[in-house]
């Protein structure tokens, strides 16, 4: 029985209960300790939040171009030319990195192809697939995280079409070495399937620069957003770049779906290109060495993560599941994110070190009671 007759099937099927259950409690609780948080704990910098209101007051408040206003786009294609140097990389302004990841979908897959993607995955990428008929081929990374090429050539068939790369990780915080970034750039070039990096981490790598696949396939499509690394998540401004061509027809999808990103805000995003955020990158680096550290020696099994907010515990022996792990730290106020919800398995939980440090040493402190 669906949930309402007017539902279409595809629609019907999808089920997000157990995020939202973990928000619903979270709700009743009086001081939860929230580790469940995907999005930076920081307040947004004011010379971002001044020239928001800057952009309302100088009524930039219509419509703006479906392709986004030309000051951000330049800004962004000059930052973008400047890094890869490719013959034909344009950049088309979107409703957050989630609005790219859609029009990405649309443009790209016909019902019936396969998209690979690794499992643990960003929660959207299978329901984004099934929701414009594609068939996720998820291929499983445990313990490590790391991209197994085998696996994946394996896994490549004729009704392959695209691969979804996301590094750093969500929810792994695990970032894809050079030769991993190579191996899948190439994979992809040679079976003539493509590929699009979500790099919306990209600026949270704690140990080397990200290594987009985009340096090895020319043709490898990227997203990226100002939602994690200004703390504007509500702000919806993201970004897609790769062969004008595919990129072009994004913008024709724009214009019949989202329309355009938020216009004030582009103006203001602005404003992140004379902003230095790598003094929050290097306090979310010492709160990676501190949970990672903390967890370990509580006696939590865990991939090195050299990125994102997030580590993806396993969690301890004596738990039938991660979700039976979650509602125990639940009970006790501490909030993370049951492992099922970014995967086929059941077994991890994430946890998000985007809060202050009084907060993780809190959950840290509940974490070492539930492994005794
Ligand atoms: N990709 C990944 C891997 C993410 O974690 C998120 C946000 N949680 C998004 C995309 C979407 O970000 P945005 O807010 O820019 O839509």
């Not at 709700?27 to 928001?52: R, T």
């Not at 009704?159 to 969500?170: E, F, Y």
């Not at 792994?172 to 070039?189: C, H, K, Q, Y």
């Not at 040679?190 to 790598?205: N, W």
Request: glycine share 8%; proline share 6%.
């Amino acid at each position: 029985m669906p949930a309402h007759p007017w539902l279409a099937d595809r629609t019907d099927r999808f089920d997000s209960s157990g995020i939202r259950k973990v928000f619903d409690l979270a709700a009743k609780m009086a001081n939860p300790i929230n580790l469940s948080i995907g999005q930076p704990d920081f307040p947004v910098p004011d010379a971002l939040k001044e020239a928001a209101c800057r952009a309302i007051r100088e009524d930039r408040n219509g419509y703006s171009q479906t392709q986004g206003v030309s000051e951000l786009r330049e800004a962004l294609q000059a930052q973008i030319d400047a890094e890869w140097k490719h013959a034909d990389r344009k950049v088309l302004i979107t409703s957050g990195t989630s609005g790219a990841l859609n029009l990405a979908m649309w443009a790209l897959v016909n019902p019936g192809d396969e998209v690979i993607m690794f499992d643990p995955y960003f929660v959207m990428y299978p329901t984004l697939t099934e929701m414009v008929g594609g068939v996720p081929v998820v291929i499983d990374t445990y313990p490590d995280f790391k991209l197994d090429l085998a696996r994946v050539e394996a896994a490549i068939t004729p009704r392959t079409k695209l691969i979804l790369l996301n590094s750093p990780g969500n929810p792994t915080g695990v970032v894809a070495s050079a030769a991993e970034a190579r191996g899948l750039a190439e994979l992809a070039n040679k079976h003539g399937v493509a590929l699009l990096s979500d790099e919306i981490y990209r600026q949270f790598t704690y140990d080397a620069a990200l290594d987009s696949p985009a340096r090895w396939n020319e043709q490898t499509l990227v997203v990226d957003g100002f939602s994690k690394s200004y703390g504007v998540t509500g702000w919806r401004i993201g970004w897609i770049h790769g062969p004008s061509a595919l990129i072009d027809k994004m913008a024709a999808l724009q214009q019949y779906t989202f329309v355009c990103a938020p216009h004030p805000l582009q103006h203001a995003a602005l404003e992140a290109f004379h902003t230095d955020i790598t003094p929050l990158v290097s306090s979310y680096r010492e709160r990676r060495d501190r949970v990672v550290g903390g967890l370990r020696s509580a006696g939590y099994e865990l991939a090195d993560t050299g990125g994102a907010f997030y580590v993806f515990p396993k969690a301890p022996a004596g738990y039938a599941t991660g979700g039976a792990f979650v509602e125990r730290a639940i009970e006790n106020e501490l909030l993370i994110i049951p492992g099922g919800i970014f995967s086929r398995r059941d077994t991890h939980f994430r946890m998000s070190y985007a809060a202050s440090i009084e907060t993780i040493d809190r959950g840290m402190e509940v974490l070492a009671r539930l492994i005794r």
